[in-house]
């Protein structure tokens, strides 16, 4: 008895780009926690306990989350980020009104870099990477501006190993910007 050949449906395309998805086992989320849990410790160890380390420990942990989020669904959950955003604002203009009021500035600022190439080029960059932006510039303030070269470069650099390794089908493949502006954003807040 032979066997039949696998349905040409079954083999992957060499045009077809590959599905690059991290799947949120329990194992990532536990990673996640261990990320999140790593990053507070790091920033109470570093200030003691303030009410700005708290802002910290909170933007730290949402940008852990949204990470998994994003590397799993290739989506930023207006549910997850318009609260964040709307506490982290709150907090930092109630701790201090002169800074809360710069961080939001600096949130509009990154909020309309990054809306125009997603006006521009909506398959490109999500709606979802424009308000992460924006929560980027209430937790960093100036600093977003490096949080975003960072994670940019990050992404390049994913983006070049990806086109190297699948050929001219990894120019294609989807690929989230969220987790690398997070690393540019956690990258930041703990060397600042």
Not at 59 to 64: D, G, I, K, N, S
Not at 161 to 173: D, M, Q, T, Y
Request: proline share 7%.
């Amino acid at each position: 008895m032979t066997r039949a050949a696998a349905p040409a449906a079954d083999v992957p395309s060499a045009t077809e780009p590959p599905q690059l998805r991290l799947r949120a086992s329990p194992a990532i989320w536990a990673l996640a926690a261990v990320v999140a849990t790593g990053s507070c410790a790091v920033l109470v160890e570093r200030s003691g306990p303030k009410t700005a380390v708290a802002e910290d420990c909170f933007f730290a942990c949402v940008l852990v989350v949204l990470s998994v989020v994003d590397f799993d669904r290739h989506l930023l959950p207006n549910r997850i980020l318009l609260p964040a955003i709307a506490m982290l604002g709150v907090a930092e203009l109630a701790v201090s009104p002169t800074d809360g009021l710069r961080r939001v500035l600096w949130a509009a600022i990154v909020f309309a870099v990054l809306l125009l190439p997603a006006l521009v080029y909506p398959a490109g960059l999500g709606m979802g990477d424009v308000k992460l932006g924006f929560f980027l510039g209430l937790g960093l303030g100036r600093n977003a501006v490096s949080a975003l070269v960072i994670g940019l470069v990050a992404a390049a650099l994913v983006g070049l190993l990806v086109v190297a390794r699948f050929g001219r089908a990894g120019r294609k493949a989807p690929l989230p910007l969220g987790p690398f502006l997070a690393l540019g954003a956690l990258a930041t807040l703990l060397a600042s």
